[in-house]
């Protein structure tokens, strides 16, 4: 008895009295209290260290010129939104980096990108994501409702960041999350309405918090198909949140604020055709207002940039200029047949007026693509023949073949 009572914690010196447990070990002796201790600092050590280095997300940070040079290879123009971008993002991870040593605080930036359909605003966000090594989600905005409503919670989108980092939270907590269609939770009105806007303005009073930072509870399985499931804490705070939309008619809410139609003999009528034509470059937070966002969700989403409307050069670079363009995937489609595509210059240009007439952005490239190529696709598989030559003529009598030669020109 008289042994036990000179036992003590070999860390703290308390003897066997004044603690509940005194755990043995080969030459000393160690309490509760000091492995709860102990295990706390480990615990922040290895919080310290895995800060920036997530266990499978190693994070690549690039200066802002890096960035954007990586953006030329896969998505062509379009270069004010790329710079906006590279440097949103760059200072955004270059936040997440530095250590807060003073009264500096430094507040993330979330970007909302507005621009025509097939412009590009999600190829964009991918690209961002597959350069940073980060885990990125998209996720479509016309899905959520107001909380208690048939649809999906604005949590939702937080489990699909999850899902893609294989349920690793800290890498979760510094990844990006696309929201494409912001446009469409609009609210109907400039005027806060009396009846319930299910899916507009209610969802992006759900969205204020998560933009802006704050800790969410996240069913791992998604909302409210499983209602026993243990939920996940997410910080958003070091989530980068790129929304984007194409606001049609928002071209309307600018023209009423920006002067296109001045007169007198200084009028240079070639920059006034060029601004009607293109006049999201003018788009700022009161434009986005008049559309039907709510002033607390602009002031969540500092930075605005926009993106251009597609001409006949840039739609024509599209097809073969970057990494993974159209032909140089058509090609590679057929390589693996062993069969080697040439498709004549006139091809090209024929693909881009389509294009251009029926208003289809760089999506609908590829859909006239495909109705050039679809029969010798269908054909050439198990004839042995080697060498497929696409000339003018040819693609002229598919395209008129297809369904897309009966769209009504816009």
Do not use: W
């Amino acid at each position: 008895m008289s042994k036990q009572s000179h036992l003590h914690c070999s860390f703290c010196g308390r003897n066997r009295d004044e603690v509940k447990i005194l755990i043995a070990g080969q030459e000393g002796h160690i309490c509760e209290n000091c492995v709860e201790h102990a295990q706390e600092i480990i615990a922040q050590e290895l919080n310290v260290k895995n800060d920036n280095l997530s266990s499978n997300f190693k994070l690549n940070i690039k200066k802002p010129s890096e960035i954007k040079s990586f953006l030329d290879e896969y998505v062509i123009g379009q270069d004010d939104a790329k710079k906006v971008l590279s440097v949103a993002v760059y200072n955004h991870y270059k936040r997440i980096a530095h250590k807060q040593t003073d009264d500096v605080e430094i507040e993330k930036s979330n970007i909302i990108m507005v621009g025509e359909t097939g412009t590009g605003k999600t190829l964009l966000a991918k690209t961002i994501a597959r350069m940073l090594n980060v885990p990125f989600a998209i996720v479509d905005a016309t899905v959520f409702t107001e909380a208690g409503y048939v649809g999906e919670d604005v949590e939702s989108m937080l489990t699909r960041l999850l899902q893609n980092c294989n349920y690793d939270v800290p890498a979760a907590e510094r990844g990006i999350v696309y929201v494409d269609e912001i446009d469409k939770i609009a609210r109907k009105g400039d005027n806060p309405s009396i009846t319930r806007d299910v899916s507009g303005e209610g969802v992006q009073q759900g969205l204020l918090k998560m933009l802006e930072g704050t800790e969410v509870l996240v069913p791992p399985q998604g909302g409210r198909k499983h209602p026993e499931q243990k939920m996940i804490k997410i910080d958003t705070k070091n989530i980068l949140f790129i929304c984007g939309g194409a606001f049609d008619g928002i071209d309307k809410v600018i023209a009423r604020r920006v002067n296109t139609n001045a007169i007198g003999f200084n009028v240079n009528k070639e920059l006034q055709d060029a601004q009607r034509n293109n006049l999201l470059e003018f788009i700022n937070a009161q434009d986005l207002k008049g559309f039907g966002l709510i002033p607390e969700l602009l002031g969540r989403l500092p930075i605005v940039t926009h993106l251009n409307p597609l001409d006949k050069e840039t739609l024509r670079n599209i097809l073969t200029e970057p990494k993974n363009s159209l032909i140089k995937q058509y090609s590679k489609l057929f390589e693996l047949e062993n069969i080697t595509l040439k498709i004549d210059e006139e091809v090209l240009d024929f693909m881009v007026e389509k294009a251009l007439e029926y208003k289809l952005g760089a999506r609908g490239l590829r859909s006239i693509c495909e109705s050039i190529l679809t029969d010798a696709m269908f054909e050439m598989p198990g004839t042995g023949e080697t060498y497929l030559h696409i000339s003018a003529d040819y693609a002229e009598r598919m395209f008129s073949k297809s369904k897309l030669n009966l769209l009504k020109v816009a």
